[in-house]
């Protein structure tokens, strides 16, 4: 049974087959914590962008970066994004639980990774990112739209940046939370699905302005695709929800426990996340909690089309 965690500082957070992992600050920067256990390996000064997820042999492990400088994790709408324009000199790390060691993925320089077995999905850039997979000793870029952004009704526009909130795969799909810059007043968030050899499709897409309402932490479990809506701004124009899209297109909605989320994974029947006291995004990021990590058993029940 999973044990509620205090924490003083935000964090992502991320699940697999039972293992839970996420960051803990102690004033000074963030741990990595895997399974209960302080990970031993280098702190951060942000929150791990930590991913689990199987290797070759189907062992849970988990991969995030490591930059030479860090984002600026200014978690707007409750998000660390990158690259912000901060991100510089990032490379891909994968952590062995097994061991407690921590090795770097081989010609994978980048940020927000996800793991696979042997293939290992992440972003690279400054002002704007792409997205790439390693797959068995080769690179291939995938598309997740570019600074286009497009609606579910196909409408789309030309957008000044890209960033990713978050990232996920399962067999050869991929799952991004995108921020496009340049979109309405406050830009853009999307959730789209891509994969290796795939083409785009957005899943949900709105366009921003003083009711800020984003598409965060997906989670792609058993062909389904979960993840959770949080707000900043006015939330008069916000949903409290968790998401699941099935392979077969059908939407279903959960109840989420607060609007003001750092981190959200579903595993299994269980949903993990992150929750802040309020709408504090605009102030220091650690000065947001007192947070609190804690699980729930969502009820999905299928909806009508957006």
Known sequence: ??????????????AYHGTVAYSRFDGKAFSLVVGGKVA???????????????????????????????????????????????????????????????????NASGFMPAIWRDTVVYAVGSATGALYARVGG?????????????????????????????????????AVAREVG????????????????????????????????AMRFPSLRSGSLYYAETCAGDPGGCSQTFRRYSSSGVESVASSPSSYLTGFAQDGANAYFV?????????????????RLDVTVPRYRATSRR
């Open 275 to 291: 929750r802040a006291p309020e709408d504090h995004w605009d102030k220091d990021f650690r000065r947001v909690c007192p947070c």
């Open 182 to 213: 340049g979109i309405g007043e406050a830009g853009g968030t999307q959730m789209v699905l891509t994969g290796i050899g795939r083409r785009p499709k957005v899943v949900e897409a709105r366009e921003n302005g003083i009711s800020y309402l």
């Open 138 to 174: 080769r690179t291939v870029r995938l598309n997740d739209g570019g600074r286009s952004f497009c609606r579910v009704n196909g409408r789309c526009e030309a957008g000044t940046s890209v960033s990713y909130s978050g990232v996920d795969i399962e067999g050869t799909r991929v």
């Open 40 to 106: 031993r390996v280098a702190t951060r000064s942000v929150p791990f962008d930590v991913d689990l997820g199987p290797d070759a042999s189907g062992r849970t492990v988990a991969v995030y970066s490591r930059c030479a400088s860090d984002p600026n994790a200014n978690f707007g709408a409750g998000a660390m994004s990158y690259p912000d324009g901060y991100a510089q000199g990032c490379r891909v790390f994968l952590y062995d639980p097994a061991v407690d060691r921590e090795r770097p993925v081989a």
């Open 1 to 14: 049974m999973f044990t509620p965690v205090a924490l003083p500082a935000p964090s992502t957070v991320s």
